[in-house]
């Protein structure tokens, strides 16, 4: 993915983040996140991802 590919899709998340109620966000997210998880196909790899988007959340 090209880095202005991947400027739009933040834009478009960061759109439906904001569209969606504050309540609903957090399943938004999870939904999304498992449904990429399905295109990517790979159990392992979509564990890995998990594990680095855990990483320095306080940071």
Do not use: F
């Not at 759109?15 to 309540?23: G, V």
């Not at 957090?26 to 999304?32: G, H, I, Q, T």
């Not at 790899?45 to 998990?50: D, K, L």
């Amino acid at each position: 993915m090209k880095p202005a590919d991947l400027e739009i899709v933040y834009e478009d998340l960061a759109t439906t983040l904001d569209a969606t109620k504050a309540e609903k966000r957090e399943l938004l997210l999870a939904k999304l996140a498992l449904l990429l998880v399905h295109d990517l196909g790979d159990a392992a790899r979509a564990r890995e991802h998990i594990a680095a988007a855990s990483a320095n959340l306080d940071a």
